[in-house]
């Protein structure tokens, strides 16, 4: 009885916040386009103090007398930008400096990859994280209550990153801004996660994932949140290796010796555990019934799972689709990435709501990508059924920042259109996150031919979606080369570029990505590949390719050009 009141009181206080929420959303709602002038007003009132505010002519910008004058004046001064535009200023904050790109100094850093070795550090502004990121949240929360009033009846594993990860050269920190949520956020909130934010500072990723499902399966769980649907994949996995450790840690209330855990983090743990007898039962008694144990199995009263569906991530889901029980709600996360929060899912499908009132949007059509002048449209300007890349402005220093991200407008909430995410773009691939850039496959090949010594004739890589992997098609100028040197050749281009990209490391480290395949390829394959695509089409003088891509039919012409 006293659990229930307690899940009660928790719903209600979530659901009180994420409703005041709402109300400003469906607000937004009613008017898209006045939302936006605001919103943009607002941004450019906040930062026009600010080096950059100055130097791109704020105050004149906000002199608009109408919305239209505003978008004009706005891009006429204001350039579209990439992170390498912005990293000069975004260093000069990370050295100590004040009101460059806004006023005063970010909070905090979130990192990311970027398409060169430099991991990207997105600043996380006080306005962003207070007024925006938080109460964003908060209405997220409640999304899962609107369509499983249960939500919050039990225990939540969530998957975060680290709250702290280093620090810029004046102190700030840099890290998770999920996990920074995760560690500040209520006591009656925190309660609620089935493991302490130590798991994730565990730097060995078997022994994560075991800290995590090893408390998890113990309890009631109701919430499983996590981004990437492969780490539901990963979490599994480790369940089918290590469920007999589980239960003999479960009945005896210990944390495996078998686990690469720190001190600090073992100690963490192991002060909340009880030895648990009955659960142990359980489980026991579950492995017996149904032989490989499930999260329908050990957590039959799981509400709301909540991952990307949208992209390359429908492989993995696949994969997991009869994982969770038939009541389970599987919702998408939302378009969310380290620069920016959109938007939410707010009606349980897979459709994103951009938020009017907290960035500003700009778009370009699919069709319009390669332009030297392309067109820019505003939100309420969008389409239903065609594709567009996205640019944002936010209150954390991104100013007309393209994302890379090509999405598809799928209806509308209100005034507001709708969006999945479709891809990356402009020559990056991302299966599961890893953001792995054309630029960086290239250098990591360089510097291996470097340090092998062996120079190649012709290289190209494919993104296996299927597997979680990708495939090297490598021909050398020493046609004396083995299969096996190919082979090796391809694990130091995985070791260049897990030290050139963070994305991508992390994602090799927790096996969401599994290790490259070589393949050593005929003589003369490009000319080879080249006569069979203009066979099938393609134009002589316009015939080009990326070196990096997620393409199944141009990577089974490559699987025929392999050496027998």
């Known amino acids: 009885m006293k659990k229930e009141k307690n899940a009660g009181l928790i719903t209600f206080a979530l659901s009180w916040v994420g409703k005041k929420n709402k109300k400003a959303l469906d607000k937004a709602a009613k008017n898209c386009a006045k939302a936006e002038e605001a919103t943009l007003r607002g941004i450019l009132e906040y930062a026009k103090g600010s080096q950059w505010g100055k130097a791109h002519n704020f105050e004149t910008i906000l002199a608009a007398k109408n919305a239209d004058e505003l978008f004009s004046l706005w891009q006429k001064n204001v350039p579209v930008q990439d992170y390498e535009d912005l990293r000069p200023f975004i260093e000069r904050h990370k050295n100590g400096e004040e009101n460059v790109l806004f006023p005063g100094k970010p909070m905090m850093y979130a990192t990311t990859s970027g398409t060169t070795k430099e991991p990207k550090w997105i600043p996380i502004t006080n306005e962003y994280y207070q007024n925006i990121f938080s109460k964003m949240s908060k209405l997220w929360l409640y999304t899962f209550i609107m369509h499983r009033p249960k939500t919050f009846w039990g225990k939540c594993v969530s998957i975060v990153g680290k709250s702290i990860e280093g620090y810029a050269p004046d102190g700030t920190v840099c890290g998770s801004v999920s996990g920074v949520t995760q560690r500040d956020c209520p006591e009656f909130i925190k309660g609620l996660y089935s493991a302490p934010s130590e798991v994730f500072a565990i730097k060995d990723y078997t022994a994560r994932y075991y800290a995590l499902m090893r408390s998890g399966i113990e309890q009631n769980v109701s919430l499983l949140v996590t981004a990437n649907p492969s780490t539901i994949i990963e979490l599994q996995k480790n369940v089918d290796q290590f469920l007999d450790d ?319």
């Open 246 to 564: 589980y239960i003999d840690d479960i009945e005896k209330g210990t944390l495996s010796a078998k686990m690469n855990i720190e001190p600090e983090n073992r100690a963490a743990l192991e002060a909340r555990y009880k030895p648990n007898p009955k659960r142990a039962a359980e489980l026991r008694e579950l492995k017996a019934k149904y032989g490989r144990l499930l999260p329908k199995h050990y957590w039959p009263n799981l509400q709301t799972a909540t991952t990307w569906h949208c992209g390359n991530t429908r492989i993995y889901r696949d994969k997991y689709k009869d994982y969770f029980p038939e009541h389970t709600l599987d919702q998408e996360f939302g378009y969310f990435a380290s620069e920016c929060r959109a938007g939410l899912v707010m009606n349980g499908a897979d459709d994103t709501v951009l938020f009017p009132h907290n960035h500003y949007f700009e778009f370009v059509a699919e069709e319009e990508m390669e332009s030297q002048s392309p067109k820019f449209l505003q939100l309420h300007q969008l389409q239903k059924g065609r594709r567009y890349v996205v640019y944002i402005t936010t209150y954390g220093g991104l100013y007309r920042y393209n994302m890379n991200d090509l999405v598809e407008c799928t209806g509308i909430y209100k005034t507001i259109p709708t969006i999945q995410f479709i891809q990356k773009i402009n020559g990056i691939v991302s299966m599961t996150g890893e953001k792995l850039s054309e630029r960086q496959f290239i250098d990591a090949i360089a510097e291996s031919e470097k340090e092998s010594g062996k120079k190649l004739q012709f290289f190209v890589g494919f993104a296996d979606v299927e597997e979680s992997l990708y495939h090297y098609y490598l021909e050398f100028q020493d046609k004396s080369v083995s299969k096996e040197f190919c082979a090796d050749f391809a694990k130091m281009v995985d070791q260049k570029l897990k030290s050139e990209n963070v994305e991508y490391a992390a994602k090799r480290d927790s096996f969401r990505v599994k290790e490259p395949v070589g393949h050593l390829l005929v003589e003369n394959s490009f000319e080879k590949f080249k006569e069979i695509m203009i066979k099938n089409g393609a134009r002589d003088g316009q015939f080009k390719m990326n070196l990096l891509m997620q393409d199944e039919k141009r990577r089974s012409i490559f699987n025929g050009l392999v050496q027998e």
